[in-house]
């Protein structure tokens, strides 16, 4: 269960594509009986919420991110709970990121939704400067979010070849 809350509007049509992709990925994963929080919001709130729980020393105190991932569990732990924990993901940064990269901001938000249910689930990756999420990204490391991603994306997009008429 996707458990969805918008601080700051999305544009129409972007909930129901961003829970139809992190859905997808989650039966994919077996784990569509487990919940999940996905809180959208602004860059003004996701770097408040990053200073306050980041250390200081790891952060640039002005800047925004694009997405924070709290898990409700250690992996390696005997018992995992029924909510696996919560997702922030800024629209701010995610549409410049998806302006930057030639594609919509619901493909962007599904991507970074994949990417913290990634984390969420005890997966990491070194970080890029100044990037967020990178699909070229390379390494062993990578490759589960690169793996995730083409599950989650699957769902969103839009069927090619010739349309129906």
């Given at each position: 269960m996707i458990d969805l809350h918008a601080r700051k509007s999305p544009p129409a049509g972007l909930r129901p594509r961003l829970r139809a992709s992190l859905e997808a990925l989650m039966v994919h994963l077996g784990m569509n009986e487990r919940e999940v929080t996905v809180v959208l919001v602004g860059d003004r709130a996701i770097a408040q919420l990053k200073r306050e729980t980041w250390p200081e020393e790891d952060i640039d105190p002005l800047a925004a991110t694009d997405v924070l991932s709290f898990p409700s569990w250690e992996p390696g732990d005997p018992f995992m709970p029924p909510h696996?924990?919560?997702?922030?993901?800024?629209?701010?940064t995610a549409q410049r990121q998806a302006d930057a990269r030639g594609h919509s901001l619901t493909r962007e938000v599904a991507l970074l939704a994949s990417h913290g249910f990634?984390?969420?689930?005890?997966?990491?990756?070194?970080?890029?400067e100044g990037l967020g999420y990178e699909e070229g990204a390379v390494g062993p490391e990578w490759q589960v979010f690169h793996d995730h991603w083409q599950v989650a994306r699957q769902a969103i997009e839009e069927p090619t070849g010739p349309k129906a008429e």
């Open positions: 696996l924990g919560d997702i922030f993901i800024s629209l701010d990634t984390h969420l689930l005890g997966h990491d990756h070194p970080h890029a």
